[in-house]
């Protein structure tokens, strides 16, 4: 079954510095993978999807980007963060043959200060 | 668009039955999901029921679907204080899901 690795678990970044969030999946091939945020207390906001390698899509504009350098690893990053960043990050993959399943990641809880 | 809604607070005394329900507006998936996510942690697979199906039972879970209506919904039998989390229905689209706002289930003892 796949296992979906997020880094770091916990962070606390001042506003203005950069973010670097890393996923990885394991045990499976050619997934979908996905980054949403959740807010305190509210609910999931897709923020990036990729179907494959270099494939972003972005469902809200805002000053945060997703890569994809690698068939299994997603990166969401950001040149300068804001308060409004805060938040628990999630990852989650699709794809195991056969099934449209989403798995997600254990999340990252990103606090802006 | 796809829109998916769920009541925010559920409370419920402990050994009680949970009603969770979810309505959406649009699914051609094969497949329309529950979630649960306990404080702190990811989201959880808690089950899922396929299309064609109107219920589901899994243990103290009881999943029914009501397609005419689009109305989901998640039955907890026996409601236990480890349940108390944050349930989401989710509703697949094209490449990605269409999730519920979350409903909020608290258990009292």
């Known amino acids: 079954s796949q296992t979906i690795h997020q880094w770091p678990a916990t962070l606390v970044q001042p506003v203005g510095s950069p973010l670097s969030l890393e996923c990885t999946v394991e045990?499976?091939?050619?997934?979908?993978l996905y980054w949403y945020r959740q807010a305190a207390g509210r609910g999931l906001q897709l923020l990036f999807y990729?179907?494959?390698?270099?494939?972003i899509s972005s469902e809200v504009p805002q000053n945060l980007s997703a890569s994809r350098p690698q068939d299994r690893q997603f990166i969401l990053s950001s040149k300068k963060l804001l308060l409004s960043d805060s938040g628990f990050y999630l990852c989650?993959?699709?794809?195991?043959?056969?099934?449209?399943?989403?798995?997600f990641g254990p999340g990252t809880r990103l606090t802006v200060l | 668009g796809e829109d998916v809604e769920q009541s925010l607070f559920l409370s419920v005394r402990e050994g009680d039955s949970s009603v969770i329900n979810c309505t959406y507006t649009?699914?051609?998936?094969?497949?329309l999901y529950w979630y649960k996510q306990e404080p702190g942690a990811g989201l959880q697979l808690l089950t899922y029921?396929?299309?064609?199906?109107d219920m589901k039972q899994d243990q103290r879970l009881t999943v029914l679907l009501n397609k005419k209506d689009k109305h989901l919904s998640l039955r907890i039998a026996d409601t236990q204080t480890g349940d108390s989390a944050i349930y989401f229905c989710?509703?697949?689209?094209?490449?990605?899901?269409?999730f519920g706002t979350g409903t909020r289930l608290k258990v009292l003892a």
């Open positions: 649009d699914s051609s998936s094969t497949y």
């Open positions: 990729s179907v494959g390698i270099g494939q």
């Open positions: 045990g499976t091939s050619n997934p979908n």
């Open positions: 989650a993959c699709m794809g195991l043959a056969g099934a449209d399943t989403q798995y």
């Open positions: 989710a509703v697949p689209g094209t490449y990605k899901y269409i």
């Open positions: 029921i396929f299309s064609n199906m």
